[in-house]
């Protein structure tokens, strides 16, 4: 069993299935950060070396301040490699890659996740809207019955009235 920011990771999980148990991790963000990290989409989490263990907790502590990807140059279609002892051409320099365009850097996690979320419940009660009222009353908020099935919805809308 690993332990990574307070969760339990089992060992016999892949790693990337593992990554979902975060909050605000998905299937297709945890493929990413495996990608990101470079760990074989069939690793699993016993068979994580020490390095990929710590950029994973770094990334996960703090996903806006992690190291840029990775970038690997990748040889035109039309390559063909120079012939034996011929000195080699110097290596193109990759064109920098904004930050921004990394999906990864904006993923909220756990705690921040959560607060996000409380506070768009909030602003929908606050602003009067018909979701916003729903929540108020611990009533179902998509559409669904409430003659026979809300009482999941009750114990999953309860929201401090406020308003």
Do not use: W
């Not at 502590?61 to 000195?87: I, K, R």
């Not at 080699?88 to 365009?101: D, E, G, N, W």
């Amino acid at each position: 069993m690993v332990h990574v920011l307070g969760k339990v990771l089992p060992d016999s999980q892949l790693v990337s299935f593992a990554l979902t148990h975060f909050k605000g991790i998905g299937a297709s963000t945890a493929r990413r950060l495996c990608a990101r990290i470079q760990v074989h989409d069939r690793c699993k989490i016993r068979d994580l070396t020490p390095a990929q263990l710590t950029a994973i907790t770094s990334f996960l502590s703090a996903p806006s301040a992690a190291a840029p990807a990775p970038v690997h140059a990748l040889a035109p279609p039309d390559y063909a490699p120079p012939p034996l002892g011929a000195p080699l051409p110097p290596a193109p320099q990759p064109a920098p890659s904004p930050r921004a365009k990394d999906t990864l850097l904006n993923v909220k996690l756990e705690a921040e996740l959560q607060r996000e979320v409380r506070e768009n419940i909030l602003h929908q009660r606050m602003i009067g809207s018909y979701v916003g009222r729903r929540h108020a009353m611990s009533l179902p908020v998509r559409g669904q019955q409430t003659q026979t099935n809300s009482k999941t919805a009750k114990k999953l809308n309860r929201v401090e009235r406020h308003v």
